[in-house]
């Protein structure tokens, strides 16, 4: 039903198809993205030596 119409109006069909890519292109843009994140690890290294022991 869709495709019927947008093959028969082919007009229609490219002038969504050039605002989807133009809406793409503006969207892509606009997207930030950062190379490093700061991210948080809720983690604890704890490292005791104990002489004369076998590591385990």
Avoid at 19 to 38: H, K, R, Y
């Amino acid at each position: 039903m869709i495709i019927d119409w947008f093959a028969r109006n082919s007009v229609a069909a490219n002038l969504l198809m050039a605002l989807l890519v133009i809406g793409g292109l503006i969207a892509s843009v606009n997207v930030t993205s950062e190379v490093m994140p700061e991210i948080s690890l809720d983690r604890i290294h704890v490292e005791v030596p104990y002489l004369g022991a076998a590591p385990e």
